[in-house]
């Protein structure tokens, strides 16, 4: 298999590679292909979180366990206010 990288990312794989950490620059792109397929992996899971919670959401608003957002949100804007305000002397 041939590679083609830009300059930048050549110079990358040879700095590593001269830092002592890796043996050659196989080494390199195969750690970079590893944390990739990690990454990738932790962003699937994410997504499968984020798909998790919105279904709870949805299913808590249709037991009728909603809030009002706009009331929400005041009550938000309230305790951060009385948070900043310095204790009365």
Known sequence: MNVH???ELEHLVQSRVKSGRYASASEV??????LLADRDEMMELRKQELRTKIAQGLDSLQRGEGVDGDEFFAQLEREESAFEKPPAA
């Open 29 to 34: 792109v195969r750690d970079a292909l590893r």
């Open 5 to 7: 990288l830009t300059q």
